[in-house]
């Protein structure tokens, strides 16, 4: 019997004891932020310096060596490069080595979709071209909208550098080609010559 | 088999039937795409079959197509709430393979990341649990104070939940230089949340009667079932991994290890389960205060370790450490090329889930939901 | 006591009975949205949250927002469930929950029905709403609305049994079963409310007091599990069986339980205000007391026991089926049968 009324008082006793609770918070400061007006204090209007969203890539940086490529685990980067033609004047230099950029990237794409921003690109990139940004809000209505393509070059570019290598790449074979015949009939008149002399000599 | 309670209905001579009831994917309290198919004697459950694999995502194949570092991604998706302690053991094996020995802070920071975590997760445990229970303002309360933790866990790795912070051979970045006062101050709040969820959630006469006497897994049971954690330790077997095999720096520390004492009812129920989880979050308070006093302040290069290229020498390795979940075990086969062979993962999980038809039959539909939330799964460790 | 100003201005012709009968149901729209926005932001303030707050200022319009989100929903009939029966439990939902306010007094001068037995015919009617909860779940053709509503038919039934005692008793108290003697009787102060034992001697007041306040717990818990309010929404609990009765329906026909229950809501705190407040009488006696501020006090007593039903459920968790039939039968019933007995002594001696 005690335990019966000892029961009904618990239960009544504890649901006042809920009540003021919920009653003090009812009067209490709210913890929500409008967000795209207010941010949260210690983000003062932006995420935290290191926090991991989009990435950029400064194609100034990048010379295609594929590292980040092979770093992704979920394969999201995808890279095509074309060498530098010879020919070709006023190639940029690679801004932090300083040296000339041996390879044009004419395919620089990352799909947002696939990527799950580990930031082990980031730590591959051997001239920290590619890095994570605080820019979140990219949201778009199109999921190709989210593949990024972040080679500088045009499409028309891309086929004057190929057309020009594969120009080059021709000449060479041709020179070369030539260089070939030259030597191969240089070698038969030498033969021949050879022949003559000793013809001569005899 | 120890005795067990069951609820006992003379249903006399009316003919009745069993109703199969498909609990999940899609209801609201499975923590996830959990299917359950209930065989249901009006309210009474007379059996539970849990369907898995609706979050199957391949983790342990995908591991073998990839690098040791590019694995740790992998496992930040397995038990998401906890993806700090996640890391961990996966980190700790690779090193003990690789034989690096990384110094004492970065120790410590892991000690202090792994144990805000285990707030987190107990956080969301005790909140989905009311909620489950029907009480919803804890819910919000708990995980209020959660976005602290998280803003610590952002500011320091850059991600809010997924953070691949722990690496072999180190850690990802340093600490900020506020985060001592950080952990303090978040150590500060949760106590006080915490005082105030006990007299509003964990004290309520309802919740105590609605928990108590509830799935009660005896501690022969769940040693047969191979469960860990809270699980293991609501039924009174005071077996935790930091205490009982101490890994890192755990040996330092001075901290209990709540159990099960059935002080409303049963060893084993419900409540117990749910109240070591609630001790424990005070426990790892203790340790963040031990380990924020023992950490140095002068900063060091936290990669200074970590190896450009990882290929570890042929071998196996099974290294665990203690989830908030339970026991999390990775084992590791390496053919001393850069990618692992074999990542078999020990899922906490996936073991607790098993328990849960041996302990929720005989109980009623109420109580199944609420037994399940006292299992603590999440469904991204249960499938991988 | 049957006063009407509607009919005394036009006379009791068809037009005047349209007008009596329309005027509750614009008060119950209009409280319905208030109600709404009510639980939102209680719910919210509660949880430290700000709840809705772009549907005008501080999201006031935000119930408005929802029932034109409701009424543009597909109304959708499931293939598999008993048609007639499936739509017209809404509909019998709404008119249990409506047909109360017949007799609810508003005022000295404004009560749609001045019939004797109003306290029997609100209670006659409440329990309609069993049969659409009922008709509703197995209608469905779902295993989830099926145990919903069987879970509702029990926990309606059982606790009716305590309300009613308690109805009892204030009807042996007053002496009548019509509202406006019972609230005319409590007319004076706040010290001749039926909480406080109604008129009589100051000691025989503190005695009769405490059994008041328990008769009155005893009405509101029961009140509580008959509108299917946290801790008694087992009929609907989400988290375990889905949305329960009603979880095939959507749309309006949705709305319409939804509607009913905070129709019903309204209903039990106003006969909580009648039955141990006072009801449209003033707490200060003759201050205030004209008939223009009756159905001020009337609203905003039972709008308080509205809001206490709101705070209720953002606070305590939800009980099991079991549990429920033991309070009902166990705890309630019994208490509930002592202070019958303690308060038609009350009754007989002051």
């Not at chain 2, 086969?333 to 074999?342: H, K, M, Y």
């Not at chain 3, 700000?50 to 409701?70: C, D, N, S, Y």
């Not at chain 3, 405490?210 to 818990?221: G, Q």
Request: hydrophobic share 45%; with cysteine.
């Amino acid at each position: 019997m005690a335990g019966y009324f000892e029961k009904i008082f618990s239960g009544l006793s504890t649901t006042m004891v809920g009540m003021k609770i919920t009653l003090e918070h009812l009067f209490k400061k709210k913890v929500t932020l409008q967000y795209p007006e207010k941010w949260h204090p210690i983000h003062s209007g932006h995420m935290p310096a290191n926090s991991r969203n989009r990435i950029d890539v400064d194609m100034e940086e990048c010379d295609g060596c594929n590292a980040c490529s092979r770093a992704c685990p979920v394969g999201c980067i995808d890279i095509e490069i074309v060498k530098v033609a010879k020919s070709e004047k006023d190639v940029p230099n690679i801004k932090s080595t300083g040296k000339p950029r041996k390879t044009w990237v004419t395919k620089y794409d990352i799909d947002f979709a696939l990527c799950c921003f580990c930031s082990l690109c980031t730590d591959a990139c051997p001239t920290e071209a590619i890095q994570m940004t605080t820019e979140f809000e990219y949201s778009t209505f199109h999921r190709e909208d989210l593949i990024y393509h972040f080679s500088p070059l045009s499409a028309e570019e891309v086929e004057e550098k190929k057309a020009l290598l594969a120009k080059e790449k021709a000449e060479a074979a041709k020179a070369k080609a030539e260089a070939e015949a030259k030597a191969k009939a240089e070698e038969a008149a030498n033969a021949k010559e050879d022949t003559d002399s000793k013809e001569n000599s005899n | 088999m120890a005795e067990r309670k069951t609820i006992e209905y003379d249903f006399g001579r009316v003919d009745t039937e069993r109703m199969r009831l498909n609990v999940g994917p899609q209801h609201p309290s499975t923590h996830g795409v959990l299917r359950l198919e209930v065989e249901l004697e009006g309210e009474l459950v007379t059996d539970v079959i849990p369907h898995i694999g609706y979050l199957h995502r391949c983790m342990e194949k995908a591991s073998e197509a990839m690098t040791y570092p590019q694995v740790i991604p992998f496992i930040d998706r397995m038990d998401y709430i906890s993806s700090m302690n996640n890391e961990w053991p996966y980190v700790m094996g690779m090193e003990k393979m690789l034989d690096i020995e990384v110094s004492e802070r970065i120790e410590l920071i892991r000690i202090i990341m792994a144990e805000l975590n285990r707030i987190g997760n107990h956080q969301i445990a005790i909140a989905t649990f009311g909620l489950d229970a029907g009480a919803f303002t804890p819910f919000l309360f708990l995980f209020r104070d959660r976005e602290m933790i998280l803003d610590v866990f952002e500011a320091a790795s850059g991600g809010r939940l997924l953070y691949n912070y722990m690496w072999i051979g180190g850690l990802q970045r340093d600490v900020p230089p506020t985060f001592k006062e950080d952990c303090l101050r978040i150590v500060k709040t949760v106590r006080e949340t915490n005082d105030e969820v006990e007299r509003l959630l964990l004290g309520n006469r309802i919740f105590i009667d609605r928990t108590a006497n509830v799935g009660i897994l005896p501690a022969d049971v769940a040693i047969n079932f191979a469960a860990s954690g809270p699980v293991l330790r609501g039924s009174g077997v005071p077996f935790d991994l930091r205490r009982s095999e101490p890994y890192s720096l755990y040996d330092r520390f001075d901290f209990d290890i709540p159990v099960g004492r059935g002080e409303v009812g049963t060893v084993g129920d419900s409540f117990d389960r749910n109240i070591v989880r609630f001790r424990e979050m005070e426990e790892s308070c203790k340790i963040i205060e031990q380990a924020v006093a023992m950490l140095p302040d002068a900063s060091e290069d936290v990669r200074a370790l970590v190896p450009k290229r990882i290929k570890p020498p042929k071998g196996e390795i099974y290294c665990k450490a203690e989830n908030p979940k339970g026991e999390l075990g990775f084992y590791i086969i390496s053919d001393g090329t850069a990618n692992p062979t074999r990542v078999k993962a020990r899922g906490t999980s996936f073991v607790n889930l098993a328990l849960l038809p041996e302990i929720s039959k005989g109980y009623l539909i109420a109580d199944l939901i609420l037994i399940l939330g006292s299992i603590d799964i999440v469904l991204g460790e249960v499938d991988r | 006591m049957e006063q009407n100003f509607v009919y005394e201005l036009l006379g009791q012709e068809w037009y005047g009975i349209a007008i009596v009968s329309i005027l509750p149901l614009l008060f119950v729209l209009g409280y319905a949205l208030i109600a709404i926005l009510l639980e939102l932001k209680v719910a919210s303030w509660v949880q430290d949250r700000l709840g809705p707050m772009r549907t005008g200022w501080w999201g006031v319009l935000q119930p408005i927002a929802e029932v034109l989100k409701l009424l543009q929903k597909e109304d959708i009939t499931p293939d598999a469930v008993n048609k007639p029966l499936f739509n017209l439990a809404p509909f019998i939902m709404f008119v249990a929950a409506y047909a109360a306010y017949a007799v609810l007094p508003f005022s000295s001068v404004f009560v749609p029905a001045g019939i004797d037995l109003g306290l029997f015919f609100i209670f006659a009617v409440g329990a309609l709403a069993i049969i659409g909860i009922v008709m509703g779940g197995w209608a469905s053709n779902n295993k989830y609305s099926i145990l919903g509503a069987m879970r509702a038919a029990s926990q309606m039934v059982s606790y009716e049994i305590p309300a009613a005692i308690v109805l009892l008793a204030i009807a042996s108290l007053a002496g009548s079963l019509n509202m406006q003697e019972i609230i005319a009787q409590q007319g004076g102060g706040i010290h001749n409310w039926f909480i406080f034992g109604g008129e009589g001697s100051i000691l025989g007041k503190a005695l009769i007091t405490p059994v008041m306040i328990v008769m009155f717990i005893l009405y509101f818990v029961a009140a509580l599990a008959e509108t299917n309010r946290t801790p008694f929404d087992i009929p609907e609990g989400e988290s375990e069986i889905v949305a329960g009765y009603h979880t095939e329906y959507s749309g309006m026909k949705f709305a319409m339980f939804f509607f009913a229950e905070y129709s019903n809501m309204f209903i039990v705190s106003a006969l909580t205000a009648i039955l141990f407040f006072g009801g449209w009488q003033s707490p200060f006696g003759d201050f205030l007391n004209q008939t223009w501020m009756h159905p001020v006090w009337m609203v905003s007593k039972a709008m308080f026991f509205v809001f206490v039903q709101i705070w209720l459920r953002w606070t305590l968790p939800r009980f099991r089926v079991d549990q429920l039939m033991d309070i009902g039968w166990k705890t309630m019933v019994p208490i509930a049968f002592i202070g019958f007995f303690a308060i038609a002594l009350w009754a007989m001696v002051r």
